[in-house]
């Protein structure tokens, strides 16, 4: 009954702990999703930038912050390693007379020799190291994925300005030709193929409006949302990002995520390999006690000492095991050393490209292509030239504006891409 008390009292005084930890995680949750909500409502003032959706990623997204959990994993399974092996009590009767039994009481301890838990705490150190480039991994990776979206969203969301624009162009030019047909100056021909080049210009921006809600549902996506909403994105003020030289990038790709996380590999299988020679060295148990004999009324002491023979079974298989998969994580390093090699030279190299691209279109291309569709414009408006000379100039403006977004979109994309491999500094690229 006193129990029962004690623990109905301890029930009731858990229920205030128990809401107060509930408010509290909901507050936490809460503080964790209002920046993201802020941000994204606000961006209808304030453009989101790259860097933004970048961090806000990485807060959020939820294959990051598994690979943070299996961290804590790994570190409880450290500490877990460390213990020392429990004693054993075990209790013995002979005989069930009163005055013939016999009672034995003993303790037994395990003691690890060969250095077991050393070799097991220091393997499971390796499998946190491991976990903790695993989640390197991931966060370079989901900063590269982040970098694609971001500019994917923002070349639909320029297609769809674009398209905006055209569409009034085509509304000036339809109506214009209305009013001159009527006047009897053109053709109603001409008044229909305003029309029909309106039409398609409303299609073109229905095509664009909808392109850009999958490019922006796409980037929410990796904030782990589900939701649509509804994004401005800021083109960033650099269009060419600076990097340093090839072979510097190369001299620091032993520094990456992936040959640290190749490395660390390594060295968890050479772990393991220590881990297994240590359990052919037998343990030694320990065993104090007492035994009373009622026959003749006495109490003994006992002591014992025990020790497994390995005879046949000196763990040889479990060693050879190890030592093959050694070998493999050393050629696993290998082949990652020459992948990542290549991949941040091909990297390296679109990025030069696309930057020479963006560096042509900028300066000479499209500054060419606006002052030819603005003349276009206000000779169209004077009457001095036909609508279709305005479309005209105005696709020439479209396809020039959408081929610098691809040139910057993909400098970018292949100077993310370098950041998959490398830790880029402060100031050498987004």
Excluded: H
Excluded at 25 to 37: G, I, R
Excluded at 68 to 73: E, N, R
Excluded at 312 to 325: P, T, Y
């Amino acid at each position: 009954m006193q129990i029962r008390i004690i623990m109905l009292g301890a029930a009731a005084l858990s229920l205030p702990l128990l809401g107060t930890a509930a408010q509290q995680s909901d507050q936490q949750k809460n503080s964790e999703t209002l920046p993201l909500q802020a941000s994204v409502s606000s961006n209808q003032a304030t453009p989101l930038t790259l860097e933004q959706a970048i961090d806000l990623a990485v807060r959020t997204n939820p294959v990051l912050r598994s690979a943070a959990q299996s961290v804590a994993v790994a570190e409880a399974v450290k500490s877990q390693a460390g213990l020392i092996v429990n004693p054993e009590f075990s209790a013995l009767r002979e005989g069930m007379q009163k005055g013939t039994r016999t009672q034995t009481f003993q303790v037994s301890q395990r003691l690890e020799l060969g250095g077991k838990r050393s070799a097991r705490v220091d393997v499971a150190e390796r499998e946190r190291q491991l976990a903790i480039q695993d989640a390197a991994v991931v966060q370079a990776q989901l900063r590269a994925d982040v970098t694609a979206a971001y500019f994917d969203a923002l070349i639909a969301q320029e297609r769809v300005e674009l398209a905006q624009a055209s569409v009034q162009v085509a509304e000036k030019a339809t109506t214009a030709a209305s009013k001159r047909v009527a006047a009897g100056r053109i053709s109603p021909i001409e008044q229909s193929r305003s029309r029909v080049a309106e039409a398609g210009a409303r299609l073109e921006l229905a095509q664009a409006v909808s392109a850009l809600a999958l490019a922006q549902q796409a980037l929410v996506a990796l904030w782990g949302r589900t939701d649509t909403v509804n994004l401005s994105l800021q083109r960033p003020a650099v269009d060419v990002p600076a990097l340093p030289s090839l072979d510097i990038l190369l001299q620091q790709l032993e520094a990456g995520p992936q040959l640290q996380r190749a490395r660390v590999q390594l060295e968890r299988e050479q772990a393991q390999v220590r881990l297994e020679r240590s359990q052919r060295v037998p343990d030694v148990t320990i065993t104090v006690g007492s035994q009373r004999d009622d026959q003749i009324g006495r109490n003994q002491a006992v002591v014992g000492v025990s020790v497994p023979l390995p005879l046949f079974n000196r763990n040889q298989g479990n060693v050879l095991a190890a030592l093959r998969r050694t070998d493999k994580a050393r050629s696993d390093l290998d082949v990652e050393r020459i992948r990542v090699n290549r991949a941040l030279s091909e990297a390296y190299q679109r990025t030069r490209l696309a930057q020479a691209e963006v560096a042509s279109i900028t300066s000479e291309i499209l500054p060419i292509a606006q002052t030819t569709y603005d003349a276009a414009v206000t000779g169209f408006e004077a009457g001095k030239f036909s609508f279709f000379d305005v479309l005209d100039a105005q696709r020439t403006l479209f396809q020039t504006r959408a081929q610098y977004l691809r040139a910057l979109s993909e400098s970018y994309r292949s100077a993310a891409d370098i950041g998959r491999y490398v830790q880029l500094k402060p100031g050498q690229s987004q």
